[in-house]
């Protein structure tokens, strides 16, 4: 049952921009939970990126370190979606791209327990 679709990837040079997407589908309202994306690099272990917990007056986000600065997520309550704009982005930030969340309405770190993935979208930085 697909429940969160990511998209916005693609390829850019080193320094450029890309903001990513991941839409809940119209029965899964994303302003309920926190979101988190991570990232896979080819022969890497996933990683944790980032995460924004639930939809209120005082949103609390997280960033993995090489990240900081440069990647910003973000939600839009009208549209069901959270985004994560991607700038100045490296080399090394090439990996696929996934959004998920565990179900719960705060940011728990980017351990197992997460329930819900999407499909994943490929993010190709060139030097």
């Known amino acids: 049952q697909v429940r969160l679709v990511e998209s916005g990837g693609g390829t850019v040079q080193s320094g450029g921009s890309l903001t990513l997407s991941c839409a809940g589908t119209?029965?899964?309202?994303?302003?309920?939970?926190?979101v988190s994306w991570f990232r896979q690099a080819p022969n890497k272990e996933r990683e944790g990126v980032s995460c924004?917990?639930?939809?209120?007056?005082?949103?609390?986000?997280d960033y993995l370190d090489s990240v900081k600065g440069r990647f910003t997520i973000s939600r839009d309550s009208a549209k069901n979606t959270v985004y994560l704009q991607m700038n100045s982005l490296k080399p090394e930030d090439t990996a696929v791209y996934y959004c998920?969340?565990?179900?719960?309405?705060?940011?728990?770190?980017?351990?197992?327990?997460?329930?819900?993935w999407g499909q994943g979208t490929q993010v190709t930085v060139s030097s």
């Open positions: 998920a969340t565990d179900l719960l309405d705060y940011c728990s770190g980017y351990g197992p327990g997460y329930d819900v």
């Open positions: 119209s029965d899964f309202i994303l302003d309920w939970y926190a």
């Open positions: 924004i917990s639930k939809s209120s007056s005082d949103v609390i986000t």
